[in-house]
């Protein structure tokens, strides 16, 4: 079964700590996304990288940095974690350009 | 700027009702409509519109793209509790999605 991994499902940090929240996937896809979702905004794009060791800036990226090493791992940092980055972060990833994701379970970060 | 927005927010039906969840977007160089179901965890694809398969059915389930329009439907009929999940709409601009708020869906026995 194909999939997409975050490898904590919750996490509480304090604020100013560096966060890394992780991500995997197992299809061999190119293309890598982060999103966060808060209530009554929906998903908003973070960043996402089409290669190895490409990223671009998505709709919200302040206070975010990403890095792709390899193509199965696509990695979010907060630099500085802070209270307004409590949200769920969702990984996806996908083969074409169409939009047709697949998503990993989410992680609900908690900063305080 | 580009936008999806979808209504309602939320709606609280009964097993066996109709409901139609609606999606308006504007989006630049619009490829593809997407629809997902969200339930604790990952969202799970249902269905991708685009120009060349504006109507898909799933069992209870259909979705139409209304290009001149800018907006989509998704219908789930004879509900069921299990249906009970935030629905998300997104537009696909280059290989990228722009979601909307969702609409939060619960079916009550």
């Known amino acids: 079964d194909v999939k997409v991994t975050q490898s904590s499902r919750y996490l509480v940090k304090r604020t100013g700590e560096k966060v890394f929240l992780e991500c995997v996937q197992d299809m061999d896809h190119e293309n890598m996304f982060w999103y966060r979702q808060d209530p009554g905004l929906g998903l908003r794009l973070i960043y996402f990288s089409y290669d190895v060791k490409m990223k671009e800036k998505g709709d919200i990226p302040e206070g975010y940095s990403v890095s792709r090493e390899k193509k199965e791992r696509f990695s979010l940092i907060l630099e500085s974690a802070s209270t307004n980055q409590t949200s769920m972060y969702l990984c996806?990833?996908?083969?074409?350009?169409?939009?047709?994701?697949?998503f990993g379970s989410g992680t609900r970060l908690t900063v305080v | 700027e580009d936008k999806v927005v979808q209504s309602p927010l939320s709606l609280v039906v009964h097993e066996g009702d109709t409901v139609t969840l609606n999606c308006s977007y504007e989006?630049?160089?619009?490829?593809?409509l997407l629809w997902y179901k969200q339930e604790k965890k990952a969202p799970t694809f249902l269905f991708m519109l685009?120009?060349?398969?504006i109507e898909k059915k799933s069992g209870r389930l259909s979705s139409i793209l209304d290009k001149k329009e800018l907006s989509s439907i998704l219908n789930i009929t004879a509900t069921q509790t299990g249906d009970s999940a935030i629905y998300l709409c997104?537009?696909?601009?280059?290989?990228?999605?722009?979601f909307g708020q969702g609409t939060e869906l619960s079916v009550k026995p």
């Open positions: 996806a990833s996908s083969w074409d350009r169409h939009g047709s994701y697949t």
């Open positions: 997104a537009g696909a601009r280059g290989g990228k999605l722009i």
């Open positions: 989006v630049t160089n619009f490829r593809s």
């Open positions: 685009t120009s060349s398969g």
